[in-house]
Antibody, heavy 122, light 108 residues
Framework: QVQLQESGPGLVQPSQTLSLTCTVS??????????WTWTRQHPEKGLEWIGYIYYSGSTDYNPSLKSRVTISIDTSKNQFSLRMSSVTAADTAVYYC??????????????WGQGALVTVSS | EIVLTQSPGTLSLSPGDRATLSCRAS???????LAWYQQKPGQAPGLLIYDASSRATGIPDRFSGSGSGTDFTLTISRLEPEDFAVYYCQQYGDWPPITFGQGTRLEI
């Protein structure tokens, strides 16, 4: 059973950089056909996809966040990470890491972390 | 980007009832490139349906999906108490970005 676990500071100051790490267990991030993603959910709101990374290092991001987001991967640790710069209160949300299956024209999230609440406040 | 609009925003039903949830796309999502998720309070979303009508592993057959193009439906044939949650649709017909609907809350 694949498990994902987010970790990182729960409080970030405005204008600073948000950093989160997702540790994957029960499966390898090197598995073909699976992409490693970040999605966020604002309080009492819907879901916003942030971006993905493949084990090769290729990435893609939501155009609305692309200028501030970097996703990286450490295959030796079976982890991937999110960095979001210049945060504001509007970035306060629960951040989920998730595995994305992408093959044969199908694209869906099959495993999610439990989520990490990040509050942007001074 | 493709905008997904779910209706109704809230659906009030009772155990044993049939639930019909709608997801409409602002333009075609390339045939059946749509998934449905269930989210319970304090939990991450869980995959229910992919490719518009294929049930994910372990999902009971009271859950079914249908539709194509711009109009999709999630039907729960006979509601169980554990089905009361928020449901999201997600499109992958034209991405990035992957987009989600705003959710339908199914309440007792």
């Amino acid at each position: 059973q694949v498990q994902l676990q987010e970790s990182g500071p729960g409080l970030v100051q405005p204008s600073q950089t948000l950093s989160l790490t997702c540790t994957v267990s029960g499966g390898s991030v090197r598995l073909g056909g699976y992409y490693w993603t970040w999605t966020r959910q604002h309080p009492e709101k819907g879901l916003e996809w942030i971006g993905y990374i493949y084990y090769s290092g290729s990435t893609d991001y939501n155009p609305s966040l692309k200028s501030r987001v970097t996703i990286s991967i450490d295959t030796s640790k079976n982890q991937f990470s999110l960095r979001m710069s210049s945060v504001t209160a509007a970035d306060t949300a629960v951040y989920y890491c998730a595995r994305l299956f992408w093959s044969n024209g199908l694209v869906y999230f099959d495993y999610w972390g439990q989520g990490a609440l990040v509050t942007v406040s001074s | 980007e493709i905008v997904l609009t779910q209706s109704p925003g809230t659906l009030s039903l009772s155990p044993g009832d049939r639930a019909t949830l709608s997801c409409r796309a602002s333009r075609s999502v390339s045939s059946t490139h749509l998934a449905w998720y269930q989210q319970k309070p304090g939990q991450a979303p869980g995959l229910l349906i992919y490719d518009a009508s294929s049930r994910a592993t372990g999902i009971p057959d009271r859950f079914s999906g249908s539709g194509s193009g711009t109009d999709f439906t999630l039907t729960i044939s006979r509601l169980e108490p554990e089905d009361f949650a928020v449901y999201y649709c997600q499109q992958y017909g034209d991405w990035p970005p992957i987009t989600f609907g705003q959710g339908t809350r199914l309440e007792i």
